[in-house]
């Protein structure tokens, strides 16, 4: 049985910093894609981050380039968000998904696993 699961989350002042992990387990945790995504209150899921199963290239959505990374730990199944000069803007409920030999170009339906999500609030 697949689980993954999301920690990290937290209440944190603008221009802090958070980490984000996310546990699979379950599955051969190197195949899989691994994505990021985030829902705001009234607002569509977004992807945020993406890291792929081979070689780790990593994509970040514009309005977190350069603040934001992702990485991987293949050893402890382990994915990474660590999230720096946050804003209220980046409040959501953060979502990790996994889709086996996905390509980071994936629409969201192709994902194959997610998790329950981890709620990340930045206050003003």
């Known amino acids: 049985q697949v689980q993954v699961v999301e920690s990290g989350g937290g209440l944190v002042q603008a221009g802090g910093s958070l980490r984000l992990s996310c546990t699979a387990s379950?599955?051969?945790?190197?195949?899989?894609?691994m994505g990021w995504f985030r829902q705001a209150p009234g607002k569509e899921r977004e992807g945020v981050s993406c890291?792929?199963?081979?070689?780790?290239?990593?994509y970040y959505a514009d309005s977190v380039k350069g603040r934001f990374t992702i990485s991987r730990d293949n050893a402890k199944n382990t994915l990474y968000l660590q999230m720096n000069s946050l804003k209220p803007e980046d409040t959501a409920m953060y979502y990790c998904?996994?889709?086996?030999?996905?390509?980071?170009?994936?629409?969201?339906?192709?994902?194959?696993?997610w998790g329950q999500g981890t709620q990340v609030t930045v206050s003003s």
């Open positions: 998904a996994a889709e086996r030999y996905g390509t980071c170009y994936s629409e969201e339906y192709e994902y194959d696993y």
């Open positions: 890291i792929r199963w081979s070689g780790g290239s990593a």
């Open positions: 379950g599955l051969t945790f190197d195949d899989y894609t």
